[in-house]
């Protein structure tokens, strides 16, 4: 070996040796997740995200499950990784679902369902002591998810000062740079602004404010956001008083609804904790304002309470407790009610109120609820009664992370959704039957 050869060889095993000299960074690999399957019989939910009306409907009868895995990769107590995946199918498959070709559930299963549902960094900041996240996240408003509650790419920034937490967010929820007419990247957006603030008065009582921001610079045709752009204030408090633990909200919105009208709308909403026996009371109350008046040419201020998302999609009110006149945030792809995903009843608005109880008794674990529901506004002749709703759950803990339960619920529908007088309904079908459905839940979590 000539003398060059020699030395280019040292120079390699000497690189090699310092580079596995240096120790690498130790990471803690934590895995979460949970699997949920429900086997459904009902005339009501279609595994699809649909809502059935029909008289004389038909029973269905079908399985869905969700898996959902979270990788976090942490590298010390102020910096970590968080990535969350989701897979779902309905067993014997669906075609024409979101992932375009089927969803694995069928003969010899083999379809791609991969779903990134999360990934971002968390770290507390060495210079400002701040949390940030950065990436593809999980958030939630302080209205208990009526306005929004969802994943999204943006930026949260929080810091706790003695018993204030304020918090800044920032996400960009669409971009038109698909158009060619635009020209450029970041000109046709769709984001929102949110600074929060929570102060502790003492450790029965929370006091917050918020002030969110949502502005659309798309067509029409291309945005999910209904305003042109919006401005919400709200306030929020939970208390505790002996044996009641109480949350209450509202919000103001205004801005420009189009460009003929402004907005100024509104939401109140209460839910409540009473223990009372062996388990709890629950109650809640919730009023999103609505407008009577869509007529062409109409220039005064549009007063229907707005979502994040047209439509709803990414819009809960989880203490309703309810399955068919409320979507329950348990369900997978049936996650859906006979106003479907829409709170606001395309802009009527609502009037909802909601008690239950629930319980254990060792491994087993109950509840049972009622709930009603109707439009805050009726434009024309319509009936806004939506209906009434009861509903039990009945389960069992076969290990400390697996429960299996039976849920049964039904509604009894208004006019507003099932009268034989086409100008009274809002939605729903002639002399539809009432909803209802069983469920066989097993919901396993790590």
């Known amino acids: 070996m000539s003398f060059s050869k020699k030395i280019l060889a040292f120079a390699a095993v000497s690189a090699l040796s310092a580079a596995t000299a240096v120790p690498a960074m130790a990471l803690e690999n934590e895995f ?3 699997y ?4 459904f019989m009902t005339n009501a939910e279609t595994g699809g995200g649909t809502f059935n ?3 004389d409907a038909k029973t269905s009868s079908y399985v869905e499950q969700r898996a959902r895995i979270m990788y976090i990769a942490k590298a010390n107590d102020n910096l970590k990784l968080v990535t969350h995946f989701e897979l ?3 067993w014997g498959g669906q075609t024409g679902t979101k992932y375009q070709t089927n969803d ?3 003969l010899d299963a083999d379809q791609v369902t991969l779903e990134t549902k999360n ?3 968390d770290f507390n900041c060495p210079l400002t002591g701040a949390n940030v996240k950065i990436g593809m996240q999980p958030f939630s408003d302080a209205y208990k998810g009526v306005f929004g509650a969802f994943d999204g790419s943006g930026l949260v920034l929080s810091k706790k000062l003695d018993a204030f937490t304020p918090t800044f967010a920032y996400f960009r929820f669409n971009d038109n740079d698909y158009s060619a ?3 450029a990247v970041g000109k046709q957006t769709e984001d929102m602004a949110v600074l929060d603030g929570k102060f502790a008065v003492n450790k029965d009582l929370t006091v917050g404010a918020s002030y969110y921001f949502v502005q659309r610079d798309l067509p029409a045709a291309s945005t999910t956001i209904a305003a042109e752009n919006l401005h919400m204030l709200g306030v929020n408090a939970a208390a505790k008083f002996g044996p009641a633990a109480v949350d209450a909200y509202a919000a103001y919105q205004f801005g420009e609804f189009s460009g003929a009208r402004d907005l100024s709308a509104y939401m109140v909403g209460a839910n409540a904790k009473i223990k009372a026996g062996p388990g709890s009371v629950n109650v809640a109350a919730l009023y999103l304002s609505g407008e009577d008046n869509v007529a062409t040419g109409t220039t005064a201020d549009y007063g229907g309470f707005q979502t994040l998302a047209a439509g709803g999609a990414v819009s809960y009110y989880n203490p309703s407790n309810m399955w068919l006149l409320i979507r329950n945030g348990q369900t997978i792809n049936s996650s859906t009610a ?3 995903t829409d709170l606001t009843v395309s802009g009527r608005g609502l009037m909802g109120l909601f008690a239950g109880y629930e319980g254990t008794a060792g491994k087993v674990f109950y509840n049972a609820n009622i709930g009603y529901a109707a439009t805050a506004e009726e434009r024309g002749s319509e009936d806004g009664t939506l209906g009434t709703e009861v509903n039990a759950t009945v389960g069992y803990k076969l290990y400390d992370n697996l429960a299996v339960s039976a849920t049964a619920a039904y509604a009894f529908l208004g006019d507003g959704l099932n009268s034989t007088t086409a100008a009274t309904r809002i939605g729903g079908a002639s002399d539809a039957d009432d909803p209802y459905l069983t469920a066989i839940q097993f919901n396993y979590t790590f």
């Open 32 to 34: 979460h997740g949970l």
């Open 338 to 340: 006979v106003i479907g």
């Open 53 to 55: 009306f029909a008289k």
């Open 88 to 90: 779902d199918n309905r």
């Open 119 to 121: 990934i971002y960094l």
């Open 36 to 39: 949920r399957a429900f086997g």
């Open 104 to 106: 694995a559930g069928g």
């Open 181 to 183: 007419a635009v020209g």
